[in-house]
């Protein structure tokens, strides 16, 4: 592990830690996110950031509180940074309104040093599968990162979050009931209203969870598979 401190972090307050939250850095090089990441004028900052070669930096102490997920919410917590550690995966992300993204697969040795520190974390922290989440879960209305090429899928087979069974049954019904599925999100975790509405709010969380766990379709359309795939992951959380 590679130390470069960043000044951008404050006091733990909130509790103990239990989430781990995962991002991508959306910036041109890894060099530029280090430096953002360690300017006390940006006001951001994470624990961790792991190069695509699988080099690891550490940011902020895991013992404070770092700036990277702003805005956000899990459950009933409102302040994910005082209750998480955060980890910024080098890649340049998505486009957005002024910038040109070069969103791209995260490569093996990335991931390989990711699994080396999740065990690691896991190891000190208690954190629950469903507490495994990225940016877009806890902030699904401003961000999608890590996004749908980020692979949740060999992460789980690692042992860390929750991937749904392949066996997941399809529901009978073609037609996903609205209030149903955004009663699912709530419990799972999301931040959702439930207003048995397809409203801009309940579009921005299904393309959250769809990017985590059926990133083959994140058109945010709430479909038979996905709801098979909630229902089998509430069953996962409840049977934990
Ligand atoms: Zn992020």
Known sequence: MISQ??????DRTAGEIKYLILH??????????LQRLCDERSKVSAHYL??????????????ARAWHAGVASWEEDHDINGLSLGIELVNPGHDT????????????AQMAALVTLCKEILSRHKI???HILGHSD??????????????????ASQAIGFWPDR???????TSVKIKL????LADYGYGIDITGQPDPQTQAVMQAFQRHFRPADIRGIADPECHSILENLLEKRRNY
């Open 24 to 33: 991508y850095t959306g910036m041109a090089t890894g060099e530029v996110a």
């Open 167 to 173: 066996a997941t049954e399809m529901s009978v019904t």
């Open 138 to 155: 806890v902030a699904p209305d401003r961000k999608s990162d890590p996004g749908e090429l980020f692979d949740w899928q060999f992460l």
């Open 50 to 63: 792991i190069e695509e070669d699988g080099r690891i930096f550490t940011l902020v102490p895991e013992a």
């Open 97 to 108: 309104p002024g910038y040109k993204g070069d969103y791209r697969l995260f490569p093996e």
């Open 5 to 10: 401190p960043s000044p951008n972090f404050n």
């Open 181 to 184: 599925f955004q009663q699912g």
């Open 128 to 130: 629950a599968p469903w």
